[in-house]
T-cell receptor, first 112, second 108 residues
Framework: SQTIHQWPATLVQPVGSPLSLECTVE??????LYWYRQAAGRGLQLLFY??????ISSEVPQNLSASRPQDRQFILSSKKLLLSDSGFYLC???????????FGAGTRLSVL | AQRVTQPEKLLSVFKGAPVELKCNYS??????LFWYVQYSRQRLQLLLR??SRESIKGFTADLNTGETSFHLKKPFAQEEDSAMYYC??????????FGPGTRLSVLP
């Protein structure tokens, strides 16, 4: 099975500051990678997914961006955070046929 | 569009009682369906998927394509079953679609 490392676990940032959340994957090569936002009562909202290095697809318009500089590294970024960016962000990976997703422990972001 | 609904945000049952977490989906093709669980202070993890047709921790889920449902059931709930449960649909060749989740609370 795969292991997803995600950091930091919690982050407090002022409005207008930049953001960089990192996710790395062990146990598989060429995984599909995902960034979700988890909100209470609304489930998991897919933000970005990637099927390979440098290949990023965005699911929803937003203030965030994603990059995949290496096969098993996925980064969620923002140039200027908004209050509405506060939330719980999850990284996930799936390998092979992509029919099971493995999740990281998540990052709780508070924008003040 | 594909969609997953879980009508109950919160479900409370007493220990030893049967539990059923409801999940309905909308998808015109052959679905792959999953249940994910998140225990307190743990990461989200796969509980079971319909193609395995297995029982995990006493839970089972049967796909009913006529009713487009994939309800999660356990005959005798335990306190350690208290968690957040997400039903998920994976349309063929596409990304997962998650439901809003149901928080199960098993009371002593």
């Amino acid at each position: 099975s795969q292991t997803i490392h995600q950091w930091p676990a919690t982050l407090v940032q002022p409005v207008g500051s930049p953001l960089s959340l990192e996710c790395t994957v062990e146990g598989t090569s060429n995984p599909n990678l995902y960034w979700y936002r988890q909100a209470a009562g609304r489930g998991l909202q897919l933000l970005f997914y990637s099927v390979g290095i440098g290949q990023i697809s965005s699911e929803v318009p937003q203030n965030l961006s994603a990059s995949r500089p290496q096969d098993r590294q996925f980064i969620l970024s923002s140039k200027k955070l908004l209050l509405s960016d506060s939330g719980f962000y999850l990284c996930a990976a799936s390998g092979g046929r992509g029919n099971i997703q493995y999740f990281g422990a998540g990052t709780r972001l508070s924008v003040l | 569009a594909q969609r997953v609904t879980q009508p109950e945000k919160l479900l409370s049952v007493f220990k030893g009682a049967p539990v059923e977490l409801k999940c309905n989906y909308s998808y015109s093709g052959s679905p792959e369906l999953f249940w994910y669980v998140q225990y307190s202070r743990q990461r989200l993890q796969l509980l079971l998927r319909h193609i395995s047709r297995e029982s995990i921790k006493g839970f089972t889920a049967d796909l009913n394509t006529g009713e487009t449902s994939f309800h999660l059931k356990k005959p005798f709930a335990q306190e350690e079953d208290s968690a957040m449960y997400y039903c998920a649909l994976r349309p063929y060749g596409q990304n997962f679609v998650f439901g809003p989740g149901t928080r199960l609370s098993v009371l002593p």
